[in-house]
């Protein structure tokens, strides 16, 4: 028995050692138990956190989305950053927008609008009928672009051509009867057509005052080609 005894008794360099490792094994223990308590439910509160953060971005982006598809009428010239990226605008053609305005100069058409911004065919025709400019800019820019061919069908609708003018026709301009109508009728024949309003001071017989009355209701709307 003695002989056991002595044979598992430890040296002090043993006993030193068992003990550093006891020891290390209860910090082990001790430092996974704090580090469950202390870090395991914050990073679950903080996924839950960012949860709820994360809802109310997609709240901003659907009430964003919505916004997008309800336009209201506006004035293109005041597009702000935050309107430019709702209509669907880069930021690029947003900054050429405002880089134009601070010259203090305005897009008055859509198609200007387009040309300052250099917008797609496809957003044009989308965000084009809410564009609502000032009326008096509106009614200044109908007479730019008044064609030529609409104030060709004003001045024909004024007057009568005086090249198919008959001699009863004729006869509704004061000063004129039976007599100097058909010969009116008969110079023009004998041109061949008048090809300018001058050409009526040279009938025989019609005053200059006559002639001027008969000028503004008659007119050689479709000239000949006789030269003077």
Known sequence: MKNI???????????????FLLLFIVLLQGGYY????????????KFVLNLSEQNKLDLLKK??????????PFNPNFIS??????LGMSVDEINRLHTYRKTNKYVNTAIEFQQVTK???????????????PEWKQEKT??????????????????????IATSVDLREVYG??????????????????????????KVYGLKPDVANRLLEKFQVL???????
Do not use: C, M, W
């Open 5 to 19: 005894k002595s044979r598992i008794q430890f040296s002090k360099q043993e006993q030193s050692g068992i003990f």
């Open 34 to 45: 704090l580090y469950d308590k202390n870090y395991s439910k914050p990073l679950e509160d």
């Open 63 to 72: 009430g964003v989305a919505n916004k997008k598809s309800i336009i209201h």
């Open 81 to 86: 950053d935050y309107k430019g990226y709702t």
């Open 119 to 133: 917008i797609s065919d496809s957003l044009l025709k989308r965000i084009q009928p809410y564009f609502k400019f």
């Open 142 to 163: 109908k007479e730019l672009f008044v064609s030529k061919k609409d104030k060709k069908s004003d001045y024909i609708k004024k007057y009568k051509d005086l090249n």
């Open 176 to 201: 004129i009867g039976e007599v100097l109508s058909k010969r009116i009728v008969k110079y023009r024949k004998k041109l061949g057509g008048f090809s300018n309003n001058n050409q009526i001071y």
């Open 222 to 228: 479709k000239a000949s080609n006789i030269k003077n």
